[in-house]
DNA sequence: GCATGATCATGC
DNA sequence: GCATGATCATGC
C-alpha cells in the first residue's frame, strides 16, 4: 500500500501526449491488474487506483483539475449493457462540489465548473453484474470536450442552478431543473447540509454532475460504430441558447391550428396512432421522433402529448414504466428509481384542446416536478405502495365481474399521483417479495405510479394563465 | 360520470 | 417477447 511520501506531485504536470500515452496502457486492463501493478488497496475504488496507482498522485479535491499544466480532468467511471444489448452509463458524471456562498458571485467562465472541468479524460469500465469488482475493466478513454451546442446549453444549465442560488431557493434546486449538466446531492449522507446566501434555510450539499442520461449518450457513441442520430440542430437554431425557448417558439408558431389541419399541412398519415407526436416533429423538421434526438436523450425529456376535452378536463392519467416489486421493498426512499424518476425526468408539454368537436394544438411547455411534491405527495404515495406490497396486502377483495380490488393508493389518496395497473394484461406480473393475503400468490400484475389527470390538468392550466 | 382495473399498439 | 406510451371498459 502506497503511502503519502511515495507519490509525485510532479505527476500532474505531465504533458497532453504523456497523459494520453499512459492512459493507453490502461485500456483493457482489469481493476486488479492496477491494482497489483502499483502496489494498491484492492478496496479502493478504480478512480482511486487510476489516479493514485497509475498516475501516482495523491487524489485531492482542489479547485484545479488534476493535471493542472494542461488543464485536464481525470474521471474514471462505469457503464453497463442492458438486457436488451445497448449500452448505458450506470451513473451520472460527479463533477466538483457547489459553494453556494461563492459560486453565485462568478461569470460561467471564472466558475468553479469551468475552472476545473473543461476539459476531462473520461476512462470507462464496464459494470457487470455478479462478477468480482476487481475484474471490471477499462474498455474505452476519451478526452472529451464540449460541443459548442453542450456548452451553449450546460452555460444554460448552470444558470438556472446560479439563478436559483440567488432567488434563496438552492434547498429547491432539483436535477430536472436542467437539461444537461445537473446538480445532484452529494455528501456522506443526504443530510450533509450547507449555508447557502440568500436564505437562512440550510440545503443539502451538491455537486455539478453531468446527468446519467448524457453520459449514456457518449457511450452509446462509444460503443456503436453505426449511425450517427439526428440531432436537433441539424433542423432549428438555438435562440438564447436555450433549447426550451427554441423549441417553444417554433411550435407556438402554430398555436391555434387544428389537428386536421397540421396534418394535412405536414402531410401525416391519419391513420397514425401517434398522430400528435407526429405532428410535432415534423413541424420541429425532425425525421424521426424527437425524443430520439441526442439532444433529448441527454437531457432526459419525456415528450408527452396532452388532450384537454371541451369540458376542460383530461381524460387519461400519465402513466410510467412498472416497478418491480420486489426491487421497490428493498429500497430507501431516497436511493429509490420512483424518486429519481420524478427528480431527473423533464418533460414537454404538447397541449392540444378540444373546440367544437376538433382539437386546436394550444400550448407547449417544459415541465419538471417540483421537489417539495416529489418529496412529499409523491413519497406518502410510494410509503403506502411499499407498505401494502411489503404486507402482502394488495388485494381487497373482488367486484362482481370477477375483477380485483387493490389497496393501492388511488386518486383520492392523493392530488399527485396513484398506483395503478401497468401491463400487457392482467396476466402480465411481477413477483412479489411477500405472498398476497388474498390470493395467496406469489405474483401480481405489474402496476406503475400514474399522475394524476387533475394534477396534469393544474398545471398546464396555470402555465396557460400565465403566458395569456 | 368518474375512478379504477384492464388492455391495446408499437417498436425494439 | 417485453417495455412503454396510450387508451378502453365498466362497476360503483
New binding site residues.
Given amino acids: 500500500m502506497k503511502t503519502p511520501e511515495l507519490f509525485d506531485e510532479k505527476n500532474r504536470d505531465l504533458t497532453k501526449e504523456e497523459i494520453l500515452e499512459k492512459v493507453k496502457s490502461l485500456v483493457g486492463k482489469q481493476m486488479i491488474d492496477i491494482y497489483e501493478t502499483n502496489d494498491f488497496n484492492k478496496k479502493a475504488s478504480f478512480g482511486y487506483a487510476i489516479e493514485e496507482g497509475a498516475f501516482n498522485y495523491q487524489r485531492n479535491s482542489k479547485s484545479e483539475a488534476d493535471f493542472r499544466n494542461e488543464n485536464i480532468e481525470l474521471k474514471v467511471t462505469p457503464y453497463k449493457r442492458n ?2 444489448g ?1 449500452f448505458s452509463s450506470k451513473e451520472r458524471l460527479v463533477l466538483n462540489i457547489i459553494n453556494y456562498m461563492e459560486e453565485y458571485k462568478k461569470t460561467f467562465e471564472e466558475s468553479s465548473l469551468w475552472a476545473k472541468n473543461q476539459t476531462l479524460l473520461i476512462l470507462f469500465y464496464e459494470h457487470v453484474q455478479n462478477i468480482s469488482r476487481e475484474n471490471f475493466m477499462i474498455n474505452y478513454a476519451i478526452l472529451h470536450q464540449f460541443t459548442e451546442n453542450d456548452l451553449r446549453i450546460i452555460k444554460n444549465d448552470w444558470k438556472t442552478i446560479i439563478d436559483k442560488i440567488k432567488a434563496g431557493k438552492a434547498h429547491e434546486i432539483s436535477e430536472g431543473d436542467t437539461f444537461y449538466l445537473g446538480a445532484c446531492t452529494k455528501g456522506a449522507n443526504s443530510d450533509t447540509l450547507r449555508q447557502q446566501p440568500f436564505s437562512p434555510i440550510l440545503a443539502k450539499q451538491r455537486a455539478f454532475s453531468l446527468k446519467t442520461t448524457y453520459m449514456t449518450q457518449i457511450v452509446k457513441e462509444l460503443t456503436s460504430r453505426t449511425k450517427k442520430t439526428d440531432s436537433l440542430f441539424d433542423y432549428i437554431d438555438l435562440i438564447d441558447d436555450s433549447i426550451e425557448e427554441s423549441i417553444i417558439k417554433k411550435i407556438s408558431f402554430y398555436y391555434g391550428y387544428s389537428v386536421k389541419a397540421l396534418m394535412e399541412l405536414f402531410d401525416v398519415n391519419s ?4 398522430k ?2 407526429m405532428i410535432v416533429n415534423r413541424i420541429l423538421g425532425i425525421k ?2 424527437l ?2 434526438t441526442p439532444e433529448f436523450t441527454k437531457a432526459n425529456i ?6 384537454v376535452n371541451s ?1 376542460n ?1 383530461i ?8 416497478f418491480k416489486y420486489e426491487e421497490i421493498v428493498k429500497e430507501t426512499w431516497e436511493e429509490s428509481k420512483t424518486r429519481a424518476l420524478f427528480e431527473s425526468t423533464k418533460f414537454l408539454f404538447i397541449v392540444f384542446r378540444e373546440k367544437n368537436g376538433e382539437f386546436y394544438l394550444d400550448d407547449v411547455m417544459f415541465w419538471n416536478m417540483p421537489v417539495n411534491l416529489i418529496d412529499n405527495n409523491v413519497k406518502k404515495v410510494w410509503d403506502r405502495t411499499v407498505e401494502i406490497v411489503k404486507n402482502g396486502n394488495i388485494v ?1 377483495g ?11 393508493p ?4 392523493d392530488s399527485v399521483c ?11 406480473v ?1 413477483s412479489l417479495p411477500t405472498i398476497d393475503k388474498v390470493t395467496g400468490s406469489n405474483v401480481y ?2 402496476h ?1 405510479f ?1 399522475l ?3 394534477f396534469i390538468l393544474k398545471v398546464i392550466n396555470k402555465h396557460h394563465e400565465n403566458i395569456s
Fill in positions: 438486457k436488451n445497448s391513420n397514425a396512432k401517434n400528435l407526436e424521426r421522433n425524443s430520439d419525456k415528450v408527452k402529448t396532452i388532450r369540458n378536463r381524460k387519461e392519467s400519465m402513466s410510467f414504466p412498472a381487497a373482488y367486484k362482481d365481474n370477477g375483477d380485483r380490488k387493490t389497496n393501492f388511488s386518486t383520492k389518496f396513484h398506483v395503478r395497473p401497468h401491463g400487457q394484461n392482467a396476466k402480465d411481477y400484475t405489474k406503475c400514474w394524476n389527470n387533475s
